[in-house]
Nanobody, 113 residues
Framework: QVQLVESGGGLVQPGGSLRLSCAASSLDDYAIGWFRQAPGKERGGVPCISSSDVSLYYADSVKGRFTISRDNAKNTLHLQMNDLKAEDTDVYYC????????WGQGTQVTVSS
């Protein structure tokens, strides 16, 4: 069973950047994605960003600011977040989608001055 360990969340000022990482035992045959969970709400059913062999998806709210990437040699996926806004404050979950669905433990991102 593939497991995911997230890192990189924290507190950042508006306009700042953060890079989230998600280490996996394997990324083989999985699409990758990042989901958000707002305070007091359930985790979103649609990723804010995702990537597979055939498609790349960005939610309108993150286009031009967030970038998803994968390092297959290190079995790690990343979410680079630039020009962060207060409304980006959420818990972020990495996700692998393939024959099974696997979630990271979540990492808090807080954008505040």
């Amino acid at each position: 069973q593939v497991q995911l360990v997230e890192s990189g969340g924290g507190l950042v000022q508006p306009g700042g950047s953060l890079r989230l990482s998600c280490a996996a035992s394997s990324l083989d045959d999985y699409a990758i994605g990042w989901f958000r969970q707002a305070p007091g709400k359930e985790r979103g059913g649609v990723p804010c960003i995702s990537s597979s062999d055939v498609s790349l998806y960005y939610a309108d709210s993150v286009k031009g600011r967030f970038t998803i990437s994968r390092d297959n040699a290190k079995n790690t996926l990343h979410l680079q977040m630039n020009d962060l806004k207060a409304e980006d404050t959420d818990v972020y979950y990495c996700n692998l989608a393939g024959s099974t669905i696997i979630w990271g433990q979540g990492t808090q991102v807080t954008v505040s001055s």
